[in-house]
């Protein structure tokens, strides 16, 4: 069935370096790519998207890349700051309103 | 501009009992999806609704179910409530209603714990 894996569950960086999370799908008629920022005790917030006609998207610190043929994208944030510091999600979507969501990674930056 | 509005945000219930939750989306947007995030199995779809219809389903038992209002706004509810259904429900609101994918927000989720 419809699957995202993402690795890693866990990331401590220090404040200035670089964050990567990476993602893996399984149903190749996905089409459209969020990631999300989960702060504790509040819903989700889209951070960044893609969608499958695009290899690459960049918003300030936070940049995402797609290959399709591989069926894995991965969210890089540079210049780390200790606001950073949450729960990231990714997730994949073929059919409106749905999303498969990865199971999270803490990230943790050090200041 | 509002954002998605999430009642109530936390509530207490005992087994067997039913719950009803309630969404107001994003003023103009017509797509309402529902969403179950536990510890254990993460962030897992319910239903999606659009123009009061249930357009798509996820693989959740019968007493889980919804509805969505003529202005948009939806409700869920859960019937004879189990020890595993407690978890946060997360309501999204999107514009984009045709056969492309749009952006999601989200709501603060309403927190349900039963005991």
């Known amino acids: 069935g419809e699957n995202v894996e993402q690795h890693p569950s866990t990331l401590s960086v220090q404040e200035g370096d670089s964050a990567v999370i990476k993602c893996t799908y399984s149903?190749?008629?996905?089409?459209?790519f969020p990631w999300y920022k989960q702060e504790l005790g509040k819903g989700p917030q889209l951070i960044i998207d893609?969608?499958?006609?695009?290899g690459e998207k960049k918003d300030q610190r936070i940049a995402v890349t797609l290959n399709k043929t591989a069926k894995h994208f991965s969210l890089h944030i540079t210049e780390t700051q200790p606001e950073d510091s949450a729960v990231y999600f990714c997730?994949?979507?073929?059919?409106?309103?749905?999303?498969?969501f990865g199971q999270g990674t803490t990230l943790q930056v050090k200041p | 501009k509002a954002g998605v509005t999430q009642t109530p945000r936390y509530l207490i219930k005992t087994r067997g009992q039913q719950v009803t939750l309630s969404c107001s989306p994003i003023?103009?947007?017509?797509?309402v999806s529902w969403y179950q995030q536990t510890p254990g199995q993460g962030l897992q779809f319910l239903f999606e609704?659009?123009?009061?219809?249930?357009?798509n389903k996820g693989n959740f038992p019968g007493r889980f179910s919804g509805r969505q209002f003529s202005n948009s706004r939806s409700e869920m509810n859960v019937s004879t409530l189990e020890l595993g259904d407690s978890a946060l429900y997360l309501c999204?609101?999107?514009?984009?209603?045709?056969?492309?994918?749009?952006?999601?927000?989200f709501g603060e989720g309403s927190r349900l714990t039963v005991l």
């Open positions: 003023s103009g947007h017509r797509s």
């Open positions: 999204a609101s999107s514009l984009l209603a045709g056969a492309g994918t749009g952006e999601l927000f």
């Open positions: 997730a994949a979507s073929s059919i409106p309103g749905k999303l498969i």
């Open positions: 893609i969608r499958s006609n695009v």
């Open positions: 149903d190749s008629a996905s089409n459209y």
């Open positions: 609704y659009f123009s009061e219809t249930q357009r």
